[in-house]
């Protein structure tokens, strides 16, 4: 890669990003999100992609967690849910042209 791109890529901002929608009960723990990125809610916001990469790997961390801590009762849809949107929680520079596509 070109250097300037790559300090093109570094100045331009990052955004750690969620799906708005949620699984259902019956879906596998390895949901994945249909919903376009223009859609997804904007968790927090980064200068750089790695410091968005380490706080992305720090809530699959926990997630992953406070899923095993509940392995011995009964997993609630809420944490499942909440472990499945983690998962997908996903790190995107601020013009990725998926964030403007039209409606």
């Avoid at 992609?49 to 992305?56: D, F, G, L, N, V």
Wanted: hydrophobic share 40%.
């Amino acid at each position: 890669m070109n250097p300037r791109h790559v300090a093109a890529l570094a100045l331009a901002g990052w955004y750690l990003m969620v799906p708005p929608d949620h699984p259902k009960l019956d879906d596998p723990i390895e949901w994945v999100s249909r919903a376009p990125f223009r859609d997804w809610q904007i968790v927090q916001r980064f200068d750089a992609t790695s410091a968005c990469e380490k706080r992305r790997h720090e809530i699959i961390s926990d997630a992953t967690h406070a899923i095993n801590a509940d392995a011995k009762a009964n997993r609630t849809a809420a944490l499942l849910s909440d472990y499945a949107i983690s998962n997908n929680a996903t790190c995107v520079s601020r013009d990725d042209p998926r964030l403007k596509e039209t409606k």
